[in-house]
């Protein structure tokens, strides 16, 4: 009987194990190409449309260190690059946080995508800067800065959850093959271990007598959805106040 049970036990981790890693796959996949499409793409699109608006900054260089106005494929490159880092970054809290979603499709997908534009967008925007102070206005700065980490989050909670869903290709293809886009995480190598360490934590408790009803509480997911609001608060008074000194 000891013996069974180990080895129900172990098969009940391998499954579980397999299930979860697909799914990161999945969405990894999905963060990735929005990284470099969205945000890659999408910033430098932005970033043209800023220059040919103030042709007077041609020449200088960036809060973020790239130079106005001038567009070298190796500038390209590293802009596309860092749109795929914070697209895996982006990855690592959707599938945090993809379980406190509530709500219908549409409202999940608004405040998926209004979250991060507003943190995002308060991270970005500052009145000390040179992006946003010498154009010549500010608000369509603002407003294409926000609106590519908003589309971005929106965007993945759309392809990410039909990818991974039980008719999605990460559900049903071979694992080797299915498991291939979590190789983008290399260069982000400490972030991947985190989230396997979060992963074996809540399955260790969930597997404890108590665990599983522990975790199934319904107000654990209530107390994260209140922080995450109340982080959203404190940005969105911050972007405000910012906005406002610019303006």
Known sequence: ?????????????????????????????????????????GGRLAMMLLARLNPHLTGLTSDDGFTM??????????LLL?????GLLGVAFYALLRAL?????????????????????AGIV??????????????????????????????????????????GWFARAPLAHA????ALWLPLAPVLPALGLLWLARQAVRRLPAGAAVL?????????????IAIFV??????VQDASALT
């Open 179 to 182: 498991l291939l886009p979590l």
């Open 126 to 167: 500052h009145p000390d800067g040179l992006d946003f102070t010498l154009l010549g206005s500010p608000w369509l700065g603002i407003a294409l800065f926000m609106a590519i980490p908003g589309l971005y989050a929106a965007l993945l909670t759309v392809l990410a959850e039909r990818w991974i869903g039980p008719d």
């Open 1 to 41: 009987m000891a013996t069974a049970l180990a080895e129900t036990t172990r098969g009940g981790w391998q499954a579980s194990a397999e299930e979860a890693a697909r799914r990161l796959a999945g969405i990894t996949a999905a963060g990735a190409l929005l990284g470099v499409l969205v945000g890659g793409v």
């Open 82 to 86: 860092t749109g795929l880092q914070f």
């Open 101 to 121: 979603m509530i709500g219908p499709r549409w409202f999940q997908v608004l405040t998926i995508g209004g979250g991060p534009a507003i943190v995002v967008g």
């Open 216 to 228: 199934a509480h319904p107000s654990l997911p209530w107390v994260a959805r209140l922080g995450l």
């Open 234 to 239: 404190v940005a969105l008074v911050n972007l």
């Open 69 to 78: 106005g001038q567009f070298t494929v190796v500038n390209t490159l590293q």
